[in-house]
């Protein structure tokens, strides 16, 4: 069973950077389109950040609460999507998680903690 496996999280300041990665626990072949997710205690799950096509023409769409700070790109592999976090907020704590988008429901890995806060 194939799950995205998600790294980089951490305990930062606000106005602090961190960068997510996302590996596949197995073989998948690259998908068209790859989204971060992230939940915070008590809401639903929300996706911040889609990544489409490839090669000639990307294509990016944020949430607005996102938009300007976080940047969404695709690994080397162009398998999974990375996310840089620019100007953390401490509303931005949350477990981020990538996934296809749609999501996948056998994909959805643990997730990576971020936390903002002084």
């Known amino acids: 069973q194939v799950q995205f496996v998600e790294s980089g999280g951490g305990l930062v300041q606000p106005g602090g950077s961190l960068r997510l990665s996302c590996a596949a626990s197995?073989?998948?072949?690259?998908?068209?389109?790859m989204g971060w997710y992230r939940q915070a205690p008590g809401e639903q799950r929300e996706l911040v950040a889609v990544?489409?096509?490839?090669?000639?023409?990307?294509?990016?769409a944020y949430a607005e609460s996102v938009k300007g700070r976080f940047a969404i790109s695709r690994d080397n592999l162009e398998k999974t999507a990375l996310l840089q976090m620019n100007s953390l907020k401490p509303e931005d704590t949350a477990v981020y998680y990538c996934?296809?988008?749609?999501?996948?429901?056998?994909?959805w890995g643990q997730g990576t903690q971020v936390t903002v806060s002084s």
């Open positions: 197995g073989s998948i072949s690259r998908p068209s389109v």
């Open positions: 990544i489409t096509g490839g090669g000639g023409v990307t294509n990016y």
């Open positions: 996934n296809t988008a749609p999501p996948r429901n056998d994909y």
